[in-house]
């Protein structure tokens, strides 16, 4: 433990790390203010595209948790950097909700429903039968289909949501063409995010509540994992994977010690 304390920068999933739904997580409050006390480089790296880092500050400040909207980096922010680093000036079509749209619209990529350079598929409540209709359709026609993160699921107070990699598969099945995935584990979001954070990887840890997205993100990118009980995987499911995080624990409170 004293070597994860060790380290100087901190990558943080949010959903079933900081919170489930709109109740703050035990220990989180404690945890925050160590990363500030010890100042670490921080920052919370989320597969979720559907809020703006703005939005995200505002959700843990009512709460009760302030952290600069600086401490933010979403998938929705990576597919858009993505997508203007491959095609500048690219024209899509997005299943998603404004934390998507935005971060395409600040990187100059416009909405186009006739005949888009790509399909972009992220989680939202505007997702419905005739979006996938028109996707279906415009994917046959040659826009490439793109999804913001390979979650299945998602935590939710109570249960679990449908995540962006179950809202793409329907597309995928109709039309033969496979998505390419940006967020976590897809080594570009975590590079990113190290380079955010201003650290090398030997210096950083990831830490998260899922194997199959935060945990092989740490290992495949070099990092330290930690591994926190308090959303998705439990020490049962932590047995079917062919890796393993080098510490876990229940939850990130338990990291000040």
Known sequence: ??????????????????YHGNQILPGVKEFVEWLYRENKNFLFLTNSSERSPKE??????????????SHFYTSALATASFIRSQAPGASVYAIGAHGLLNALYDEGITINDVDPDYVVVGEGDNYSYDRIVKAIDLVRNGAKLIGTNTDLTGPKEGGILP???ALVAPIELATGKSAYFVGKPNPLMMRTGLRLLGVHSEEAVMVGDRMDTDVIAGIETGLDTCLVLSGVSTMETV???PYRPRVILNGVGDIPG
Do not use: H, T, W
């Open 239 to 241: 047995n079917s994977f």
């Open 56 to 69: 995200l500050q505002q959700k843990l400040s009512r709460m009760g948790l302030y952290v600069d909207e």
């Open 163 to 165: 995540a962006c990699r």
């Open 1 to 18: 433990m004293e070597s994860l304390r060790a380290k100087k920068g901190f990558i943080c999933d949010m959903d079933g790390v900081i």
